[in-house]
């Protein structure tokens, strides 16, 4: 009997081929870490002739990706498939069913099914490993669910999506607007020819709902997850961030408010001296606050060939080290059902950017309102030039209010009619 | 039998007593990462009266702390005393003599007899775990040993000492000198009454021999460490750093460099818009650059209670969950002798402070020692202003050269009798 951890790998694009090439460049460090030999043995992908760059002629081939997962001469299933339904989860069914572990990077799956998946590995016993699903090659799933194990985690908020850090970064350095900024990263390559999953936050919000899991110990809700994207951000509102202190982030946000979870992702305003702030580009980063350590923050490579399949990789190690951990920290059952905190509870500052007749009487009627909701202002600004239209930019900072006030309050002032576009409102997040 | 897993704790201090109180706070938590309760049963410790804010009355006392490793009802030995050799060596050898696996804190201990302690432990076949030993709250040696499992490591660097990174902010942020904020640290208790471990770099040394051990699979090699401390970092050299777009910080530094290990403590520019640069204040940062993963950087609290406690009962959570690492993530057997590598040898910009007469010819005299030397300059600086003694400062930035020629650059230099002191030097890392 071999030493081996035989693999099979279902998807063999780009993460796929970046895992084969790492496990044998890598080989003897991975064999000293891992205390055996790491052995792809069989492959199934879409199309078998595809130029990968990796020759996969080597390794058995299935048709039928599930047909990797009853195979006798497999130890382990990675699933690098995609898709939340379909071909992936039934791989992933199918491998514990035939009682080998999984290892995944497929964070629309985890999101939707993790729950079920969760009481399946831990019925049969199974580890079922996703550390690539998050945030790439930081080993964030490892640090929260292991290295903070001891503390009660109250907060996770984190840069969870590449393409919208490095599109607000860009915006931010250039002065140049959404539209023109994404065509760039599309050309770069750090954006999809469709973006919407990464620049609408769904992407932002699959890994958020993970993390949420993970850190509180409670059962993954993807559905409670408030999304927005930054489609709707435009650099003028980066500029008067600047000039208030703050950068504009597309944050996914966590917390555990007596007992119930909040989640949201949202484009906000953080503070410029705070080191969330300060991550550019295409990284991610992941700040978790906890009862004893306090505040820690995780930053790297959060997509990427060679970032993915070094997660993927490390949970590999973990599996032929037998270093077992139950999927979200704790055995399934143990998992709380905690409701949704709701978000018009929220407290917090707000940033309002309106577009407004230049006409007398009109900051009157906006304050009017802002008063009659009982909202106070901590910073207003008006900008003496307007454009050809007649209009002119008026920004408020409000001071501590809740959500609910704030949305009756837009309401209310969007009715006004010398407001001339739907009112923007951003959050403003003090960590 | 019972099912807990029946801790010893050496060691009641500041982290000790935080660790009783972290178990007791977050005991709930805590069962149910690590599958059962986790139970301190007795403990040692220097005073048995003092008040520490917690009682351990309740728990059975030893005079001698080897006495706990010899104990039948004990699971598992934390040793929180401190000290490279002595009692706390002793309890360690102790405890894996008599099959109990050992969780510390102590850097000094592993820096100096890590190699040895790790045959013994992989002899005996048990954990010994020292999260809490690097960077406090921060999981870094999880996160290399495993996290990062997959990857060739050619270079880990960082922050590792709180108190020179609040003293070097605080110089840069209030334009004042060492000694002056060095007293202040004092008071506010980020540095010790004796703060010569920490601003003469030697608890940073201790941490990164650890991390340079772990990220290259190469035997710990404390004294191979160049160490520089703080002491001589003058609020003008800050300042001129600031002028040329740089920060100052002490930085740990180990790499692989064609099969041996460069590990030098000392404090450095680095670009001020790198993520090194823009960690403030007393936390510690890591940062990993791997041949897959890229650069991943951790931050975080790298001392106080609760953070160093944090780190302790992580590795107390893994020895109930038996999720077992090598100690240097690879068997002690395997670990590479591998040789240090030259200082003089390294490559780099240098920054060059002189203080020069300010007499005719001194610039030409300083240019012709650089030019024999074949040192090209990127910049210089001379300052009209000079002080009252009629000595001028002159600094300047050298192109890319190597260790040995600065060396010998600033020997020829200090003999020049226009300079009227040592001139002051600092490496330009370049990440």
Redesign the interface.
């Known amino acids: 009997m071999t030493n081996d951890l035989r693999i099979a790998v279902a998807g063999v694009g780009t993460v796929g081929s970046?895992l084969i090439r790492?496990?044998e460049?890598?080989a003897d460090?991975?064999e000293?870490?891992?205390?055996r030999p790491l052995v792809v043995r069989a492959v199934s992908a879409r199309n078998r002739g595809r130029d990968r760059g990796v020759d996969i002629d080597r390794f058995d081939w299935e048709d039928n990706p599930a047909a990797l997962a009853r195979r006798d001469d497999i130890d382990v299933v990675v699933e690098l498939m995609g898709g939340s339904d379909g071909p992936a989860r039934h791989l992933v069914e199918t491998a514990l069913q035939n009682g080998k572990p999984v290892v995944t990077a497929n964070k629309a799956l985890i999101a939707e099914h993790g729950a079920a998946l969760a009481r399946l590995a831990d019925e049969k016993g199974l580890p079922f490993a996703y550390?690539a699903a998050v945030a790439g090659?930081?080993?964030i799933i490892?640090?929260v669910?292991?290295?903070?194990?001891?503390?009660?985690i109250s907060r996770v908020y984190g840069i969870l999506n590449g393409t919208c850090n490095y599109i607000l970064t860009e915006m931010r350095n250039s002065g140049r607007d959404f539209d023109d900024v994404l065509k760039d990263a599309q050309e770069l390559g750090y954006a999809e020819a469709d973006p919407s999953f990464d620049v609408g936050g769904v992407d932002a919000a699959h890994k958020l709902a993970i993390l949420a899991s993970v850190c509180f110990?409670s059962e993954i809700d993807f559905a409670a997850v408030g999304i927005e994207g930054i489609q709707r951000i435009s650099s003028v509102d980066i500029a008067y961030a600047d000039e208030f202190g703050y950068r504009i982030k597309l944050l996914g946000v966590a917390e555990w408010i007596d007992g119930q979870v909040a989640q949201r992702v949202q484009p906000c305003l953080v503070r410029a001296d705070t080191?969330i702030a300060?991550?550019e580009g295409v990284d991610n980063a992941i700040v978790t606050e906890?009862?004893?350590?306090?505040?820690?923050?995780?930053?790297?490579?959060g997509a990427?060939a060679?970032?993915t399949?070094?997660?993927v990789?490390?949970d590999?190690?973990?599996i032929a080290?037998r270093?077992?951990?139950p999927m979200f920290?704790?055995?399934s059952r143990?998992l709380t059902a905690a409701s949704a905190y709701p978000p018009e509870k929220r407290r917090g500052h707000y940033y309002i950017r309106l577009n407004v007749l230049d006409r007398p009487g009109v900051i009157a009627d906006v304050s009017a309102v802002l008063r009659d909701t009982e909202i106070s202002i901590e910073q207003m600004l008006q900008r003496a030039d307007h454009d050809d239209g007649g209009t002119a930019p008026v920004v408020v900072i409000t001071h501590e209010t809740t959500e609910a006030r704030i949305m009756a309050a837009l309401q209310r002032i969007e009715a006004l009619d010398s407001i001339v576009e739907t009112p923007h409102l951003l959050r403003i997040e003090n960590f």
Do not use: C, Q, Y
């Open positions: 970046g790492l496990l460049e890598n460090v991975i000293g870490r891992a205390g550390e090659g930081i080993p490892k640090a669910r292991e290295g903070l194990s001891a503390n009660r110990g080191p300060k991550v906890a009862n004893h350590v306090g505040r820690t923050m995780f930053e790297g490579p990427g060679g970032p399949a070094s997660a990789a490390a590999l190690v973990d080290r270093r077992n951990t920290g704790l055995p143990r």
